[in-house]
Structures are given as C-alpha cells and as structure tokens.
C-alpha cells in the first residue's frame, strides 16, 4: 500500500536528526532533552556583553508571518541574531494572498532569495507541514504557530522553564487550564509532557472549550478549577481569546473568571512550590488576577525571555543537520 | 442475406442483477439495444465479437454523483475529458449535480450539458437540476421546466437548506411533478468551518472539526418534513453510523428514502488524514472506523443502495495549500468500481451485490431505464477482468483531476470495454 510520509520522517533526516521543526508529536524523549540541553547552552549568551555567537554566520533566515504577531517574531528574530544568521522580515497579510498570489507562489519567490531556513506563522492549521513538504532540499522549516496545531518552540521553552524549577519531569503533575480546544500551545505542551513523561497531565475547562476526544490525548479531564489543581506542581493558564465569547462559547469573562479563573486563593488547593506559567499575553481578571501574575508562585517573565535561547537551540540544531560538511556527498 | 451488424459478447460470466442472472451467457446487441440474452437470435450475424472468457458482463455503471465542471470550471475539467474518463471506468450513467457556473437552474444549462454530451458520445449525462435559483436556498427554481428539460432529480448540491420552510416549501413542490429530492444532509450551523471529522484526529491536529450531529440532525430534520410533505428524497453520501440507523427505520416505516455513499467513505477513515493528506480532504468528512463498518454493513443489507463515485476532479492549485485552504473533493471515477469490488475481496459482498449497488441500485432510485440488461433494453454494458491486478498511478488517469488519496493503491479487477448504447467506448490496450 501507498506510504504517505509521515511527519516524524519529514521533521527527522535519514539518522534521526531535525531537519524542521514542526510539531512536538512524533519526536522521541531524547530529541527534546537535546533541545533543552542545547538551549542551555546557549541560555549564558544574552548574559555576556556581547550578545552573540557565530553558529549560524553566513545563513539567511526568513520570518514568514501570515498571522500578526510582535512577541514571537521579536523572539525569533533576536535569536537568530545572536546566532549572527541574517533576518529577513516578511509579515504577509493573509488577504493579500488570496487576492491571487498561492502560498506556494510566495513561498517559491522568497525561496530564490536563497534562503536557509523559514519561520512560519499561519492561521491555518497544517501550514508548516504544508511548507515544509514543498521548500528546495536543504531548506529548514520551524513552525512558530499553525492555526490551532502546534507551536512548538513555545511549549519547549515551556519545558525548559518547568525543567529550571523542577529539574526531573517525572514525579509531576501538571494541570492547563482554559481553551485547550483552540490552542496550539496546549496541544505542542501535552505532546511535550507526554514525551518527557510527567507523573499526571491534567486539562481544566468548560466542555465547550475541550476538544472532543481529549482523552486520546493523553489527558485527564477535569472541569472544576479547584479540583483539576489539587495537588499539581505546574499550572499553566492558556490565553482566552475574545472571540470565544460571539461563537456561543462562553456566556462572559466574568463568568469565565468566576470559575476558571485562577486566584491567590485557589491557588492553595496546589503544591506549596507550584509554578504559574503563560504563554502571554495574559487578560489580568480574566484567566488570572494579578495578584497570581505577579506574585511569588509566577514564572510568566522568565518563560519570556528561556523563548530566545530555546529557539537558538532549535534553529541551530536544524540548520547544522543541514550544513554543507554533513550533506552526505 | 443481410449484412453484418451488432455485437456479441460470448464466453463471459453474465451478472444482471435486475433479472437475477448470474450465469455463463452470451449477450447479443444490435440497434443499440439488447437483442437477446444467451442463444443469439435466428440468423443473427454480428459485425464485432467480443470474447469474455474469464470476464464478468454486467450492465453499465450508473453513477448518481458526478461533476464534470463544464460549464464553468474548464480549467478543472470538461464533460469530454470525464466522460472519456467515465468510459474507461465502465460507467455509460452520470448524474451532474446542479453546482456548475451557471448552476442548473434553468433550462438552458441543462440542455447545454445535454448536448455536450452528445457530442462526446461516451456516456450518458443527466443532469440534477437546482432545487432552488442559483443554489442560494431561497427561491425556488422552476421545478416543472428543469423536469420537462431532462433534469432525472432536484438538489441543492453541496448548499443545503437553512432555512426550513423553504425546505419544506421546496419538497411539497418537487412533489407535486413527483421528482425525487438529492439532500446532501448537513447542518450548516454545525458543521460551522469544520473541514474534517470532530474526533481524536481533529483533536491532535487541532483542525477545525463536523461533528456527527452536523449530519444527524439535518436527516431527522429532512426525514421529517419528508414524511409532513410525501416527497420523495434521496440522501447524497452518508458517512455517519446514526444516520445510516436514522435512514433504515424511516424505511422500515415505509417512508420513500433512498440512500448512497461515496466509495471513498467505505474505505478510508479520519485515521487517513494524519499527516494533512489534503487528497483526503472531502465533504462530508471521513468518519470513523466504526461509521466505516455500518455503512459497507448498510451497502450490505440495501439501505444503502447505491455507491457512488461524487467525482469531483480538481486543478493542482486546489490542492496545493494547508489544509483548511484546499478544496474537498476526489477525482473519483476511476475507482468507483475497483473501490467496490475490493468490498467483494474483503468479504462485505458479493460480487453480484457489489454490480447491483453500481447498476441497477441507483438506476432504481431515480426510475431510470438502465442498469439491466434483458431485452429491449437500452445496451449499456461494462466488462471488466475480476483477476486483473494493476495500481493507481495519478499520472495516467483519464481524469483531467488527478487528485486522488487512492494513488499508487493496487486493485483488483480491470475494466476491458465499456459499451455505450451498443458502441465500443472503450477498450483497454491488453
């Protein structure tokens, strides 16, 4: 019968190494320890005086954004600067291209630029594999967000922040909160967990906003906050975006926060020495009051800034797989 | 002594499932008609002999879903380029659905059809006239003209029904002429901009999914207003387990409701779009194993008594984008009958069932003349090698569509002629 390519194949060359980076399912425990490990590494380089290594001079790195996003192509860009790759910044409004222009035809236009690696950006889910199956030999894909699929630099840099504060992955128990159907920071972070083993992986949130099937994810439902936390190391609060509100998903913020919100005082029902995690930006008085924001139990900032070395790590992993000494001849 | 004429096909296994033959039988033509079946008649002297030993002899297959995108979409495909395809394939019956550019709405487009058919002089096209003007769900189309310029049915195509009352409107007034209503039933509500099944693949993708309850609830809305209005419906491609059980009681209770599916939907499930196989992107979605199961069990039993191809050739473009973008749809002709015969390989039926579910099951549907092959019938009629081993190779299909997720498949059995109102349409090389 047809073997259709997988994505493990397509994410992984003949010996197993990353030559893109498009979801976390499929990669194995040690391709995300090597990531960490790489990241690191490469976590002293924003701490020096001179901010940068030459890891990736000479390679041309393209940020192709079909979604609006500040934060993630700053990231992106910053760590592509550190590793002394040049930028190149396309932010592609998604109207333009179906005035007439495919995906494929601007993907084949920048490609001439002779670029070595695209990061990606797209509201419809499966655009990285999509890019992916069709750049030149050689060329690297990093997804930075397909629609509701994947995000996986986002919840590696989460691992890498739960791995700072928690060291081994296995005894956790860790709780995500919020519009798990939607997010494709929560799916990348269960495939994640999962992987790296974590002792239980708990979702929390109304059954609107839960895919169907969750539990194939490898998931333990809840939806009482208080309950689904008891006892967790990790809480990690997923965005809500306002439109969930017109697709008859939820009634309001209010009562979203009344019950999913989380609070100082719900907070107690975790470990002592739980971590609040988010991936930003956070709707204070919606997913979280301030008070947990920015409280002792939050590492929300440090997640931020673990995102520029996480994604030095994954860039410079993919793109040496591919550098001319290892082409096999 | 008159001169040669006609056509016999001898030696072969002959199925003819509307007159319960299954037998080694001669088949006879002549005039574009069966002559006669077994014993050729007194003097009968034909100008081509087919010899089918080792083959199967049926009637032509009648295919109630088939676009061919002319007028409108030349750029996808054109009735001379699918109905050579259709030859190929041993259908000699296409029912278009009204869904071109300019929809079928008026009697001009059908006749338009009509006649490019004709002078393609491979198959027979019919056309599904629009339920309502310009698909749109709110006015009603001039039923009685659609029907008195050859449209065999009425349907909305790939746009069903919002708003009720005109759907109830709709099928008093298809009733009133007796013309058979094609329901793609799907809740437009639910079905929101899902593209796949909302299931456990939806759930690892994070595609946007349908769920079940996008086709459960347009059925018990359509068989409701069905048994209100007595009209008679058809409905175009199931793919759910609740429906199929939906569709079985409503005829238990004698109501007029016939069913197809989509042969793709009796071979593949949601488990096939694993790695956003856009080729694997089709409405309604493919569902799970188990809805998979009861609808080969419910071709099986006759609920569903016809499989169809729902042809839907494409351009490469159409396909060649993320997955959300790309446009559903299989160029599908070319394995109707190689899907359905895997069905008799596997077990689920045989292979007289297998040819009735081709034939006369959909031809039965909408009372049309063919799918039978006793004489005086119109002589339509596909013989195909059932031991011929060959795989699928996008390349060189006839289809201008080469969008298929069955490329590179191997089959088992091989149309060797198609004969088309007593004409060789098509013969294979070997």
């Known amino acids: ?329 | 002594m008159s001169a040669p004429a006609g056509t016999s096909i001898v030696n072969g296994r002959l199925i003819d499932p509307a007159n319960g033959i299954d037998a080694m039988l001669d088949l006879h033509l002549l005039d574009g008609k069966v002559a006669a079946v077994g014993a050729a008649p007194e003097g009968f002297q034909p100008a081509t002999v087919i010899d089918a030993r080792g083959q199967v002899v049926c009637p032509g297959l009648v295919d109630l879903a088939a676009r061919l995108r002319e007028p409108g979409f030349e750029y996808k495909a054109t009735i001379s380029s699918e109905t050579a395809a259709a030859a190929r394939s041993g259908i000699t019956t296409l029912c278009c659905p009204p869904d071109t550019d300019p929809v079928i709405d008026t009697p001009a487009v059908a006749t338009l059809i009509r006649r490019r058919a004709k002078q393609a002089r491979k198959a027979r096209v019919l056309s599904v006239g629009a339920l309502t003007q310009g698909l749109r769900g709110e006015q009603l189309s001039e039923m009685a003209a659609l029907q008195a310029a050859g449209c065999v049915a009425l349907g909305n195509a790939q746009a069903p029904l919002v708003n009720t009352l005109v759907e109830r409107r709709a099928l008093e007034y298809a009733a009133t002429f007796g013309i058979t209503v094609f329901l793609r039933p799907e809740d437009r509500y639910l079905r929101d901009k899902g593209c796949v099944h909302e299931g456990v693949v939806a759930a690892r993708l994070g595609l946007p999914g349908i769920p079940e309850a996008a086709e459960t609830v347009a059925v018990a809305r359509d068989l409701a207003l069905a048994e209100h209005t007595g009209a008679t419906i058809h409905f175009r491609g199931l793919s759910t387990a609740t429906a199929v059980r939906m569709v079985r009681d409503a005829q238990a209770a004698r109501l007029p409701v016939s069913a197809d599916v989509s042969a793709h939907q009796l071979h593949l499930t949601e488990n096939d779009l694993l790695d956003f196989d856009a080729q694997c992107h089709v409405t309604p979605p493919l569902r799970t194993p188990t809805d998979r199961d009861v609808l080969r069990q419910a071709v099986r039993d006759g609920t569903i008594a016809a499989i169809c191809s729902d042809h839907q050739p494409h351009d490469i473009d159409a396909k060649e984008a993320p997955f959300p973008a790309t446009a559903p749809g299989i160029s599908a002709l070319e394995t109707l009958l190689p899907l359905t015969l895997r069905l008799v390989e596997e077990g689920v039926l045989d292979l007289p069932t297998a040819v009735e579910r081709l034939s006369y099951g959909p031809a039965r549907i909408l009372s049309l003349p063919y799918g039978r092959l006793e004489v005086g019938r119109i002589a339509d009629v596909c013989v195909f090698d059932p031991q011929a081993v060959w795989r699928l190779d996008r390349e060189t299909m006839a289809s201008a569509g080469r969008n298929t997720p069955f490329h590179g498949w191997e089959f088992t059995g091989q149309v060797t002629h198609t004969l088309f109102e007593g004409r060789v349409v098509y013969r294979s090389a070997s």
């Open chain 1, 1 to 329: 019968m047809y073997a259709r390519p997988g994505s493990e194949n397509l994410q992984l060359d003949a010996n197993g190494r990353l030559r893109h980076f498009l979801t976390i399912e499929g990669l194995g425990r040690q391709t995300l320890v090597d990531i960490l490990n790489a990241a690191e590494s490469f976590a002293g380089v924003s701490a020096r005086t001179v901010k940068k290594v030459p890891v990736l001079r000479g390679k041309v790195i393209c940020n192709l954004f079909f979604e609006t996003s500040t934060r993630t192509r700053t990231t992106f860009e910053l760590a592509a600067k550190r590793l002394s790759a040049d930028v190149v910044n396309f932010n592609i409004n998604t109207s333009a291209t179906s005035k007439g222009e495919t995906l494929l035809d601007t993907l084949r236009n920048l490609e001439a630029m002779h670029v070595d690696m695209f990061v990606v950006r797209h509201a419809d889910s499966g655009a990285a594999h999509f890019i992916a199956q069709h750049v030149s030999p050689g060329v690297s894909v990093v997804n930075a967000g397909d629609g509701r699929h994947a995000h996986p630099t986002q919840a590696m840099l989460d691992m890498f922040t739960i791995r700072r504060h928690k060291g081994d992955f296995t005894p956790l128990k860790i709780a995500i909160v919020g519009d798990i159907l939607h997010s494709r920071v929560a799916r990348s972070q269960i495939h994640a967990l999962n992987a790296l083993g974590v002792s239980e992986l708990r979702v929390i949130g109304p059954r609107t906003l839960i895919p169907t099937a969750a539990g194939t994810l490898g998931v333990h439902v809840f939806h009482d906050l208080e309950e689904g936390i008891r006892g967790v190391d990790v809480i990690i609060m997923l965005r809500l975006q306002k439109e969930r509100m017109q697709g008859a998903l939820l009634p309001s913020e209010h009562e979203y926060f009344q019950l999913w919100g989380l609070t100082q005082k719900r907070l107690a029902a975790a470990k002592p020495d739980v971590i609040v995690m988010h991936p930003g930006p956070i709707n204070r008085g919606v997913e979280m009051e301030s008070a947990v924001a920015d409280g002792p139990h939050s590492v929300i900032l440090e997640q931020v800034s673990y995102g520029i070395a996480v994604r030095m790590a994954v860039m410079s992993m993919c793109l040496n797989v591919l550098s001319p000494e290892e082409q096999p001849a």
